[in-house]
């Protein structure tokens, strides 16, 4: 079992070293899963919403952002053992290569990369044919540059 971090799997300000070191995390754990399964190993992360002296480099200008580091100060470990202990037991013996988020009473089955759209061009592609149709058909499925406050806006439950 790995940690990981919504800082990683989404994004988060002033934390890029940080982001970058959690998404790798998750490219070990899926090549354990992927490499190591024949020998019945195995491997998942978990993304656990909780109070760590991590969040307090997390920016905190507005009112919205201190109130609701303050309710993240209220999340303790209790709360991400128990995902912990089940995938550490033999119930878990089926459960490998997913990312897991734990947050207050909530639990999280996390996406993983995969191709969202397509684009084909029998010629081959230019920078300018790249620009001029490739983006724009590509452009509606971009994602949004989201932080995980973005993508979890409402309260722990």
């Not at 580091?69 to 202990?85: N, S, T």
């Not at 089940?86 to 207050?104: C, E, N, P, T, W």
């Not at 084909?120 to 406050?149: C, N, V």
Request: charged share 20%; aromatic share 10%.
């Amino acid at each position: 079992m790995h940690f990981t971090s919504t800082s990683g799997l989404i994004g988060n300000f002033g934390q890029a070293n940080y982001a970058a070191a959690k998404l790798g995390i998750i490219g070990l754990s899926k090549s354990i899963a992927l490499d190591m399964g024949r020998f019945n190993v195995r491997s998942n992360c978990v993304s656990p919403f909780a109070w760590t002296r991590m969040i307090g480099t997390i920016p905190t200008e507005t009112e919205a952002e201190k109130a609701r580091v303050e309710k993240i100060k209220q999340m303790g470990p209790e709360k991400i053992a128990p995902i912990c202990a089940y995938l550490l037991s033999d119930a878990a013996k089926d459960v490998s290569g997913q990312i897991f988020g734990a947050r207050m009473n909530e639990l999280f089955l996390f996406s993983q990369n995969r191709p969202l759209r397509s684009v084909h061009r029998s010629e081959g592609w230019t920078p300018q044919t790249i620009a001029e149709h490739g983006m724009p058909a590509l452009k509606g499925s971009f994602y949004k540059l989201d932080r995980s406050a973005d993508i979890f806006p409402w309260d722990p439950v």
